[in-house]
C-alpha cells in the first residue's frame, strides 16, 4: 500500500548512506589508511586583536576622542608607543606597527616584525593579561619626524599587526588618532638618516 511503500523507500534512502560509509572503511582499511580530512580554512575574523598605548602600562584609546602622545626620545627623534592585546593565537608571534600621517599619506612608520613569545614559562615581550588575552609590552614605535610641529595636531593612522608563527594566521586592528604633545617636545628640529624603520628589538 502507499503507507508501507513511504516507509520502504524512506528506509532505502537512510540506510544507502551507510552502506557507502561500510564501503568507504573497508576500503581505507585496506590501502592502509585514509587520509585526514583537510583543516578547515583559516579566518582572520576568529581572531581578536586590540590596539593600544602606554609606556609603563596598558592604555586604552578613547574611542570618542582618540588621542596619541607624541614622545620626543631620551637619544633624540620621536616615537609613540603602541601595543596589543590578542586573543585565539599561540603565545608565539610576530607583531608589527605601521604609522600613516593622515593629511599627506605619508608612513612615517613602515612594519618591521618583532617576535614575541612565552618559552618555557619566560615570557619574551608579551605576558598573560588580567583578562586572559595575551599582551604585548610598550612597543617603540619610531617615526620618521624631524619637527613635532609637522605632526603635532594631524591625525596619524596606527596600525597592528599580529601573525601567528606556526599557522601564518593574522589578525590586526587600526585606528586613526589626534597627536599630541602634553610633555613638550624640543621646539626645534632633529636631524633624521635617510631610512627610519624600527620597532622595538626582537628575535
Known sequence: MVPNKGRFV?????????WIAAVGLVGCLSLG?????????IDASDSTVELGTGQLDWE?????NPTIELVYGA???????GRARFSTFEPDVDVSFRATRVSDGRELHSPSPARRRIENGVRYGIYLAPDGRLETDAELVILSLDCARNLVGDQLTVEVTVRERRTGRTGSARQTMRVVDEIPSPAGCVSLPDVVRA???GD
Open 33 to 41: 589508511g585514509c587520509a585526514p580530512p583537510p583543516p578547515p580554512p
Open 10 to 18: 524512506r528506509s532505502v534512502a537512510l540506510g544507502r548512506p551507510r
Open 199 to 201: 620597532d622595538a628589538a
Open 60 to 64: 586604552s584609546i578613547d574611542r570618542s
Open 75 to 81: 637619544q633624540g627623534g620621536f616615537h609613540v608607543w
